[in-house]
């Protein structure tokens, strides 16, 4: 195996590789920042590379490999989202309006070290974690790297231009309307959003109404398993969630949908509805019994529901910053949005959520998974929302990607799963959607989709 293929190996086989004395900790490492010294001139997915305090961890992590010590990650680099806090590091938010460095790890980053993840460094973000592309006035964009031209997504855009462009074997990113799902599904990668409270969030408790949470873009199903199994709170599969993944799911009952949720205005793509056509005959060729079935939902989910949330919680975390003043207009114009919001209103907002969930998930009554486009549309080019505001902006974006933030509001795991290239050009996807708290079936049911139609060696041009 050359140093290329390595670096695209993903989390779990280099966690092996590690183990067996095939590749040493720093070795691995220095890989990697050879390669982003060279590559991410061009990307920009990291907002800081942070080799110093890395090299030490990774030298550490060898110490402990050489006394036969084994954790699931021992020695693996991995990429951390800039809104999720690493000790002794600023986190951003995209933006110039933070102050002072992180003076602990969040709990997910807390969790990764502990299970001997080497943190390589902060990775690109929309200010504010709004928009599906990676673009801010403070750091500049971050370029798809299968087409520099255009965005990788986002808010999770510079992990997934990482993992993408083999500049980190996995990346941990948010998602709080789809911003795991939409740049996995542009770039080519895994991604999952987990159940709500599955994966810790702390010290960001509550993000964005409940709405958020942390999750990993990964190159390989098994990776995110990993991610999960050494991350989780609560209950865990028999075995746990790499077990999970490598169970066959058996003939599960798939519903297809490629309805928009009500009042939400788009058309999905002819690429895309393509996608999903050829995701059902894959299905049926597996044994599965497909049909075509639309969830349920109400007229009053997504304006009503959804965005309420979103900006609230927008409003909130602009209180915290210390100089506000210096955000762009389009982030105060949605944060101006969510003060308009009182608490009681959010409160009752937030008190219908077990409403649209029932709702919402009563599909599930006798399906076990469904099956949207992963997007309506491909990303954006680069610059393609200079000079708009906050409001016009969002409205142009959201007939892109559609199907992503009513599952925030639900509170199920969904996943994107790659399916394949746009006119040989830019990645397409699928989004899997779980019932309540069955990672476990999409875990599984991924795997089988990536068995019969790899995509591991898939590598952009900009690699």
Same mark, same amino acid.
């Given at each position: *195996? ?6 695209? &190996?993903?989390?779990?086989? !280099?966690?092996? *590789? ?93 969790? =990764?070290?502990? &299970? ?22 403070? %750091? ?13 997504? @986002? #808010? ?10 083999? /500049? ?58 990993? %991610? ?5 709170? @609560? ?19 798939? +519903? ?7 009042? *939400? ?12 056509? @050829?995701?059902?005959? =894959? ?51 949605? +944060?101006? /949005? ?23 998930? #009563?599909? %599930? ?7 949207? $486009? ?11 929302? !200079? ?8 409205? *142009? ?9 009513? %599952?925030? &509001? ?16 830019? $990645? ?5 959607? @779980?019932?309540? #708290? ?9 795997? !089988? ?15």
């Amino acid at each position: *195996m050359d140093v290329t293929d390595i670096a695209f &190996a993903g989390a779990a086989e !280099q966690a092996r *590789m590690l183990a067996s004395g095939a590749i040493t900790a720093p070795a691995l490492l220095e890989l990697y920042l050879a390669r982003i010294t060279r590559v991410d001139r061009e990307l920009r997915s990291y907002r800081v590379v942070m080799a110093d305090s890395a090299r030490r961890e990774a030298a550490a992590a060898q110490e402990r490999l050489d006394a036969g010590e084994r954790l699931p990650m021992l020695g693996v680099p991995i990429a951390i989202k800039d809104d999720i806090d690493v000790a002794g590091e600023f986190t951003t938010y995209g933006s110039s309006a933070y102050d002072l460095p992180a003076t602990a790890d969040a709990e997910v980053v807390r969790r =990764l070290r502990e &299970a001997g993840a080497v943190i390589l460094g902060k990775t690109a973000v929309p200010e504010m974690m709004l928009w599906p592309f990676t673009e801010t006035v403070s %750091f500049g964009a971050t370029h798809n790297p299968w087409d520099l031209a255009y965005t990788p997504g @986002g #808010s999770s855009g510079g992990s997934g231009a990482a993992v993408a462009a083999g /500049l980190a074997p996995i990346a941990l990113g948010s998602d709080g309307a789809g911003s795991i799902r939409i740049p996995a599904g542009w770039c080519g990668l895994f991604g999952l959003k987990p159940q709500r409270d599955r994966v810790p969030i702390a010290p960001h408790d509550d993000a964005w109404c409940g709405l958020s949470v942390n999750g990993p873009l990964t190159r390989t199903v098994e990776d995110a398993a990993l %991610f999960l199994d050494v991350t989780h709170t @609560g209950k865990t599969p028999r075995g746990g969630f790499v077990k999970a993944a490598a169970r066959k799911p058996g003939r599960l009952r798939i +519903a297809l949908s490629a309805k928009l949720p009500t009042t *939400m205005v788009g058309r999905v793509g002819r690429a895309q509805q393509q996608a999903l056509d @050829g995701v059902e005959n =894959l299905l049926r060729d597996l044994g599965h019994e497909v049909l075509w079935r639309d969830p349920d939902y109400p007229a009053w989910a997504v304006y009503g529901h959804v965005l309420p949330r979103m900006w609230r919680g927008v409003y909130e975390d602009v209180q915290k910053l210390p100089y506000p003043e210096r955000l762009e207009p389009r982030t105060r114009a949605i +944060a101006r /949005l969510g003060g308009l919001i009182s608490d009681s209103q959010i409160a009752k907002v937030r008190a219908a959520e077990p409403a649209l969930a029932a709702r919402v998930q #009563s599909i %599930f009554d006798d399906i076990d998974v469904v099956v949207t $486009p992963g997007t309506a549309a491909g990303p954006s080019r680069i610059g393609r929302y !200079q000079h708009r505001g906050g409001v016009a902006t969002l409205a *142009m974006v959201a007939s892109r990607v559609p199907f992503n933030a009513i %599952f925030n &509001a639900t509170g199920q795991p969904a996943a994107s799963v790659p399916w394949t290239l746009d006119g040989e050009s830019l $990645p397409l996807s699928v989004q899997l959607v @779980g019932r309540p #708290s069955d990672e476990a079936t999409l875990l599984s049911l991924s795997a !089988q989709i990536e068995a019969a139609r790899p995509w591991v060696n898939r590598r952009p041009p900009v690699s």
